[in-house]
Nanobody
Framework: VQLQASGGGLVQSGGSLRLSCAAF????????MGWYRQAPGKQRELAAT???????NYADSVKGRFTISRDNAKKMVYLQMNSLKPEDTAVYYC???????????????WGQGTLVTVSS
């Protein structure tokens, strides 16, 4: 199983980016999916999560600016980021809790990370 993230890049303050993450491999079921970020010198933190039913949760720092969504059929999760600020600069990692077989338990998987740089 692999999670492949894309969409990062350099953007000016106030700009927008859309991150995408696709899950590949032998997947039986996906539960929660999400985006986490790690700024230079800081710990990884939650940005946004979404359940299989579409219920969302956001960090206070991104509420009203970021929107998480998913396409269950395509096994993809997205993060639309608007009104970006320099403090949003970080490596963004996608995450999925999934089963590779109906008899096995849930396990967390992580993507490789995509860098978002917001210039002032």
């Amino acid at each position: 199983v692999q999670l492949q993230a894309s969409g990062g890049g350099l953007v000016q303050s106030g700009g927008s980016l859309r991150l995408s993450c696709a899950a590949f491999g032998s997947i039986f079921s996906i539960n929660d999916m999400g985006w986490y970020r790690q700024a230079p010198g800081k710990q990884r933190e939650l940005a946004a999560t979404i359940t299989s039913g579409g219920r969302t949760n956001y960090a206070d720092s991104v509420k009203g600016r970021f929107t998480i969504s998913r396409d269950n059929a395509k096994k993809m999760v997205y993060l639309q980021m608007n009104s970006l600020k320099p403090e949003d600069t970080a490596v963004y990692y996608c995450n999925a809790e999934l089963q590779t077989d109906r008899l096995l338990g849930w396990k967390d998987y992580w993507g490789q990370g995509t860098l978002v740089t917001v210039s002032s």
